[in-house]
């Protein structure tokens, strides 16, 4: 397939159980957080954003968690899927100065039927 | 179907030669943000339009350059090409200069540099 073949750490679960990706980030001053899913052969997808004034946010089937004391940034997936197999990126941001998203290395996640 | 169109899909091209990237971003958006995924890379941010004006410059090499025309589309061109040039070229889009709402993906070209 169109597997952008990165060196990617991976994440294997099974069909129904949960999933938790997790990312680190250094800048102190970032404080909006997205996570993306990028499938093969395909863009990256927005998922679900959080900004540094909540700890939480839920979506479908997802939620992240920001700690902003020691700059993680985590995903979770529930009852998870065969089609949210992907690699999944973090991706940080600050309000004021750059004006790109930062992208993590990625995680691949493979879910096993 | 993210809105974002890039073309060619998949490019193949010799060393040295000279290639066009060309993006369409989502009707109503006035960024145009360029990246370049490669092995061992992940996704590094190149450089971003915003209603045909230069915003912000990321790890850019010299021999690329990009703009964006009256209609808002923007073409990548990327030249004297190199073996490790070869990736996939990703353009997104936003509405506003700023990415603190995010922003929407295209599928990408890859290029293949022999």
């Known amino acids: 397939g169109e597997s952008v073949g990165l060196h990617l750490p991976t994440l294997s679960v099974q069909e129904g159980d949960n999933s938790i990706i997790n990312c680190a980030y250094s800048n102190s001053a970032s404080d909006y957080f997205i996570w993306y899913k990028q499938e093969s052969g395909k863009g990256p997808q927005f998922i679900i954003d959080?900004?540094?004034?909540?700890d939480k946010r839920q979506g479908q089937r997802v939620t992240v968690l920001l700690n902003k004391t020691v700059k993680h940034l985590s995903l979770q997936i529930a009852a998870t899927q065969p089609g949210d197999s992907a690699v999944y990126f973090c991706a940080e941001n600050e309000d004021t100065g750059r004006r790109a998203l930062t992208f993590g290395s990625g995680t691949r996640l493979q879910v096993q039927p | 179907d993210s809105g974002v169109t890039q073309t060619p899909k998949h490019l193949i091209t010799a060393t040295g030669q000279r290639v066009t990237l060309r993006c369409s971003p989502r009707?109503?958006?006035?960024?145009v943000y360029w990246y370049q995924q490669s092995l061992d890379q992940g996704l590094q941010f190149l450089i971003q339009y915003y209603n045909g004006e230069e915003r912000a410059k990321g790890n850019i090499l010299e021999r690329f350059s990009a703009q964006q025309f009256p209609d808002l589309h923007s073409e990548l061109n990327l030249s004297s090409l190199e073996l490790g040039d070869s990736a996939l070229y990703f353009c997104?889009?936003?509405?506003?200069?700023?990415?603190?709402?995010?922003?929407?993906f295209g599928s990408g070209t890859r290029l293949t540099v022999v």
């Open positions: 009707s109503g958006d006035l960024s």
């Open positions: 997104a889009s936003s509405v506003g200069q700023k990415a603190n709402y995010g922003y929407t």
């Open positions: 959080i900004r540094s004034n909540m």
